[in-house]
């Protein structure tokens, strides 16, 4: 079993990771900026944080890695975290998301790409910006699996 741990954000901005079997803090992050909102994944192992600039980036609590998010929105409200693969994750606006994919291992060093659409196998080989995609304002992206995201809307209940 894994080991328990809280995750807590003080009024400072300052973010910490205890450790409730060694009743110890583990990690604690003070960015350039106050932190004014983070998102982990389900272990622990990652988690997106919001600057007051607006920045965001993912901090990696291992090894207290930090990696710029690219065209991340400042107005992001929510991140949702694919549940099969752990390097997939949404970042949720008001009516838009925005799609991104962590790699630990490439040429560059580990980096996250915000996913580009591909129409066509012959787009593979050509740079292409990420896509955004919009959403209606009644829908509330609630679960991410397999890269489906399935949403709440007031009248029907989960949509995928």
Known sequence: MADAFLLMLDQSGKLSYYL????????????????????????GTKCICIDS???????????????????FQAETESVLWDIED??????????????????????????????????????????????VTMIDKDMKPVILKDGYVYSNTRADGIRG
Request: aromatic fraction near 8%; proline fraction near 9%.
């Open 53 to 71: 600039t607006g920045h965001g980036y993912m901090l990696n609590p291992v090894d207290e890695s930090l990696i710029m998010i690219p065209n």
């Open 86 to 131: 752990q390097n997939l994750f949404v970042t949720v606006a008001s009516d838009m998301m925005h799609t991104y994919l962590y790699l630990p291992l490439s040429l560059e060093g580990p980096q996250i790409i915000h996913l580009p659409e591909y129409l066509r196998l012959d787009e593979v080989d050509k740079p292409k910006t990420g896509v």
């Open 20 to 43: 409730i079997e060694d009743q110890a803090f583990i990690l604690e992050h003070q960015g350039d900026n106050p932190l004014i909102k983070v998102f982990p994944n389900r272990s």
